[in-house]
């Protein structure tokens, strides 16, 4: 499954998260400080943009020290820590900015992602849920919304939510993709191959749909009868035997052009296809057109045989 999309925003691209409010033009120099909350974040807010993290962060805490409601120093302080590896620390002061304000999108995704890297998917599911309430046509929303569905192997709501997100961007690569993935593990092949060739069409370099559409259609294969045995109207497709094992599709992360809040290390998922049993000879015959179609589509690119 991919884990980005392939505009900007937040999208597990821990970069595209913003701070709050710009950085100063001028610097600020440490010894006019004081104890001034604002200078202290402006002076933060400085050594962050020049990727001095660990000093940054010691005057946001300075700054939440002095003002325990100082919104945007919770929030950056915690985006630091998440971006650090402290997720545990990150969560808990995304914990004090959606105190502040708990109607602040960008909290809620912060916080999501900073719940997903502890595992802890139900939670990110409930802050993913809020941003997208606060925002509903945000489609970098969604699409983490339906990630974190198929996570918990809701596959209706993960498909819903992909949907959505095609609906505001037809284009998204990743969204076709991913939907194809989810219709694929719900057992939806034809759905899967549709997805798959249009994440195809938008991006005809894009391996990953390549090797999903030749994989499915070995899983299609597979659970046809044999040439060699003839079928009458009225007869039905015999189950597979046993030991036969069905084919299987990983995806592979995108690359960094259309990337994965921080690198997140790539979660592979393993679609597994159940034989159809008792398929009428119609239902035959069209998965055989389905697989004629698109060996010509594919063949056209060069790529598979």
Not at 96 to 106: S, T, V
Not at 146 to 156: I, K, Q, S, T, V
Not at 158 to 185: E, S
Request: hydrophobic fraction near 30%.
């Amino acid at each position: 499954r991919k884990f980005s999309m392939s505009e900007t925003g937040f999208c597990f691209s821990f970069s595209c998260m913003p701070t709050k409010e710009e950085a100063p033009l001028q610097q600020i120099s440490p010894k006019k400080e004081g104890s001034n909350p604002k200078t202290l974040f402006n002076l933060a807010l400085a050594m962050q943009a020049e990727g001095e993290l660990t000093e940054a962060c010691q005057l946001y805490e300075k700054v939440v020290k002095i003002d325990s409601d100082f919104h945007d120093a919770w929030y950056n302080l915690g985006h630091i820590k998440e971006e650090q590896g402290d997720s545990c620390g990150a969560s808990k002061c995304i914990g004090q900015a959606l105190r502040i304000n708990p109607n602040d999108k960008e909290s809620h995704l912060l916080m999501a992602y900073a719940l997903e890297s502890q595992d802890n998917i139900l939670g990110a599911l409930s802050h993913y849920s809020e941003a997208q309430r606060l925002d509903p046509k945000c489609s970098a929303t969604l699409y983490n919304l339906a990630n974190a569905f198929h996570d918990l192997h809701r596959l209706e709501d993960a498909t819903k939510c992909y949907h959505k997100v095609i609906v505001l961007d037809p284009d998204n690569v990743d969204a076709h993709f991913n939907l194809g993935v989810v219709l694929q593990d719900a057992g939806d092949l034809q759905g899967a191959m549709s997805a798959y060739s249009k994440a195809l069409e938008i991006d005809d370099t894009l391996i990953d749909a390549k090797a999903a559409i030749l994989g499915l259609k070995n899983i299609l294969r597979e659970t046809m009868t044999p040439s060699s045995q003839q079928i009458t109207p009225s007869s039905s497709l015999s189950p597979p035997p046993s030991d036969s094992s069905s084919s299987s599709l990983s995806s592979s992360p995108v690359s960094s052009t259309n990337s994965s809040p921080i690198s997140v290390l790539p979660k592979e998922h393993e679609d597994e296809t159940k034989p159809i049993d008792d398929v009428q000879v119609e239902t035959t015959k069209k998965y055989q057109t389905v697989i004629e179609d698109d060996d010509k589509d594919v063949d056209k690119e060069g790529d598979l045989k």
